[in-house]
């Protein structure tokens, strides 16, 4: 292929975007990449450099039967030029695949800087380009400007807000023994999973909550935090009061435990819950579920200790612990197809944080098929969606599909992977199956490309 082609132009230097622009250029069409640093700085960033590491130098576990590893393993089968990279820079940590950060983005840099095909711009782009095929990876700092014109695009009151996203729980995991299924006044279908505490429990987890370790804030972050009133960090509330969580998320008016008798009974009455926590839903098909009001900015280690106090959440095991940081991203249910495709602009796609997935090797993965996608679309192709029984066609199955109302940046799992045909206990086995399925229909879905 040659210049004849129109260019892609993505926007946007982190690893979505790098990744982005990379697979466009491999496909022979030209891109012109803008980077809006240094002519306009970022709060987070250090560097001018192209996907720099902003928190960790980590990518997460290497092992393919761990959620991380299964898409590391699926991106480098499929030619991924960040992963590649880090491969290369990769330093000891333990089963981790982490790098050395500054080389790592030093050779991005000077790799996709000097591509025939790269046309490489330190620029702020201020308005989507409107007769361009482009792929929108500008990440959770997106500039004022450009998340004003993405607000007129998708139609949004909002995208940029100061985000405090509940755990999500592996709903395998929690006591079934001591959590039921309820809805309040058993109004509609019952949709939650309801933990009930007594008094003591509920005493003993409230001191906990007024005593926890908070991460800290970046300052950025502080001067935007001010915004999340109407949303406060469970901590937040325990702190206002030995009721307040009682008068708030964890109400107990309303749930009945049907297994134990009608709680509405006056010879019941000692049976009622002092206070319950509730669990959403998160998936189709109920493996995730979300801790309602659980939104949080305590330190990881904590939230594990703390919530696994929660009665029938005692052997919880999370699949995205609670956050607490200025956030921007999209309603992806609403707007974007599992390809990364807008619904209401096929020549626009988007990747990273910004669509709500979480982590940098999720950040890569949707660099590698928003890029993909938009060569194609040049190229007169029809836009591909991954495997749904792969790492990658499952998160973006998910973002695509997941409940508009209730949507939240998800990192990989094995939780959105669709069921396999039989139980399986023993979860190292079960995530060894889960990695095998989509290995195999991996390989078969690029054979059948070829």
């Keep these: 292929m040659t210049l004849q082609h129109k260019p892609v132009h993505v926007i946007g230097g982190g690893l979505a975007g790098t990744e982005a622009a990379w697979q466009v250029a491999q496909a022979g069409v030209p891109v012109i990449f803008s980077e809006m640093r240094p002519v306009r700085q970022s709060p987070a960033h250090h560097s001018e450099e192209l996907a720099e590491l902003v928190c960790s130098n980590s990518f997460g576990a290497m092992s393919s039967d761990r959620a991380a590893g299964l898409l590391q393993t699926e991106l480098r089968r499929l030619g991924s030029i960040i992963i590649e990279t880090a491969d290369k820079h990769a330093v000891p940590a333990g089963g981790a695949l982490a790098v050395d950060r500054g080389i790592f983005s030093q050779e991005l840099t000077h790799t996709l800087a000097s591509h025939p095909l790269i046309d490489f711009r330190r620029e702020e782009v201020t308005e989507i380009p409107q007769d361009e095929v482009v792929v929108l990876a500008t990440g959770p700092l997106t500039s004022p400007a450009l998340t004003e014109d993405l607000q007129k695009?998708?139609?949004?009151?909002?995208?940029?807000?100061?985000?405090?996203?509940?755990?999500?729980?592996?709903?395998?995991?929690?006591?079934?023994?001591?959590?039921?299924?309820?809805?309040?006044?058993?109004?509609?279908?019952?949709?939650?999973?309801?933990?009930?505490?007594?008094?003591?429990?509920?005493?003993?987890?409230?001191?906990?909550?007024?005593?926890?370790?908070?991460?800290?804030l970046k300052d950025f972050e502080r001067e935007t935090a001010k915004f999340f009133e109407g949303c406060l960090p469970i901590e937040e509330l325990a702190q206002r009061g030995e009721d307040t969580m009682r008068y708030g998320p964890l109400k107990p008016i309303g749930l009945f435990d049907s297994r134990l008798g009608d709680f509405r009974a006056p010879e019941n009455k000692e049976k009622r819950p002092y206070a319950i926590a509730q669990l959403r839903q998160e998936d189709k098909a109920g493996q995730l579920w979300n801790m309602v009001g659980f939104q949080t900015n305590l330190k990881w280690g904590e939230q594990k200790r703390i919530f696994q106090?929660?009665?029938?959440?005692?052997?919880?095991?999370?699949?995205?612990?609670?956050?607490?940081?200025?956030?921007?991203?999209?309603?992806?249910?609403?707007?974007?197809?599992?390809?990364?495709?807008?619904?209401?602009?096929?020549?626009?796609?988007?990747?990273?944080?910004?669509?709500?997935?979480?982590?940098?090797?999720?950040?890569?993965?949707?660099?590698w098929l928003a890029g993909t996608n938009a060569a194609r679309l040049v190229l007169g192709l029809t836009p591909l969606a991954l495997p749904e029984t792969t790492m990658m066609g499952s998160l973006f199955a998910f973002i695509s599909s997941a409940s508009p109302k209730h949507f939240q940046p998800m990192p990989p799992n094995f939780g959105i992977l669709p069921e396999l045909g039989q139980k399986i206990r023993s979860k190292p086995e079960r995530h060894g199956q889960y990695r095998d399925r989509a290995l195999a229909d991996l390989e078969t879905w690029q054979q059948r490309l070829a």
Excluded at 154 to 170: E, K, M, N, R
Excluded at 311 to 317: F, I, T, V
Aim: aromatic share 14%; hydrophobic share 45%.
């Design 153 to 216: 695009i998708t139609g949004l009151d909002y995208l940029s807000f100061f985000d405090a996203a509940s755990p999500i729980v592996v709903g395998e995991s929690i006591n079934y023994d001591i959590a039921f299924l309820a809805s309040r006044y058993d109004k509609g279908e019952a949709a939650y999973l309801n933990c009930p505490f007594n008094r003591a429990e509920y005493l003993q987890f409230w001191q906990a909550l007024c005593e926890a370790e908070q991460a800290e």
């Design 309 to 367: 106090m929660i009665p029938g959440l005692e052997k919880a095991e999370f699949v995205r612990m609670g956050v607490m940081h200025r956030n921007t991203f999209i309603n992806s249910p609403e707007l974007l197809g599992a390809n990364l495709q807008f619904k209401n602009r096929p020549t626009l796609f988007a990747a990273g944080q910004l669509i709500g997935t979480e982590g940098y090797t999720a950040a890569t993965a949707g660099g």
